[in-house]
Structures are given as C-alpha cells and as structure tokens.
Nanobody
Framework: VQLVESGGGLVQPGGSLRLSCAASGFTFSRSVMYWYRQAPGKEREWVAG????????TYADSVQGRFTISRDNAKNTVFLQMISLKPEDTAVYYC?????????WGQGTQVTVSS
C-alpha cells in the first residue's frame, strides 16, 4: 500500500489549495479515504472522510464549508479542495486508508497559511 500526497505549499490567508493523494497497492474504489492534519506541537486530527460507494462525505467542524473532499476512482486519487484558508489551517496534511484492518498513512504535505 502506498499513499503519496502532493499539492501543499505557502498561501496567504483567504487563499486556496488543492491537495491530492495518489493511492496504489489496494482496491482503492472499495476503500473509505480520509484526510488528517497535524499542526506543530499538536496531535494529529481528522479533517474529512469520503465513502467508497456513493461518495458520502463528512468534515470536522473546523473545516466544514471551506474544505471539500472528493475522489476519482478511475485515477485512484483522493482530493482535498481548501478555500478561505486561515493561519490555523497550517499543518502537515496526511492521507489515510484502512486496508484489511490495517491503517496506512502517506508521508504528508505541508500547508502553510501566512501573509
């Protein structure tokens, strides 16, 4: 199983970014996918999730209405569209998948929101 995030960077407050997570080594279309983040000095926290069938989505209260999780099963990729970014969104963002009862993480991509 491999998860590779990309799309992070430095953005000004109010700006937007789109993160991608390319998955391989498992049946992506059957797996629920998640985004987490970890800010400096804080615990890793759940951000958003998307089901395998139907694409139902859920979000943490802190990002509801600003972030959108989506997936492209043909490309084995999950996305996180982020708008109206705030300094408190600064963190390393991770993709997560549970496969056959075991959890897998990507290496993370840094998002920094600063003027």
């Amino acid at each position: 199983v491999q998860l590779v995030e990309s799309g992070g960077g430095l953005v000004q407050p109010g700006g937007s970014l789109r993160l991608s997570c390319a998955a391989s080594g498992f049946t992506f279309s059957r797996s629920v996918m998640y985004w987490y983040r970890q800010a400096p000095g804080k615990e890793r926290e759940w951000v958003a999730g998307i089901t395998s069938v139907g694409g139902s989505t859920t979000y943490a209260d802190s990002v509801q209405g600003r972030f959108t999780i989506s997936r492209d099963n043909a490309k084995n990729t999950v996305f996180l569209q982020m708008i109206s970014l705030k300094p408190e969104d600064t963190a390393v963002y991770y993709c997560y998948a549970a496969v056959n009862g075991r959890g897998y993480w990507g290496q993370g991509t840094q998002v920094t929101v600063s003027s």
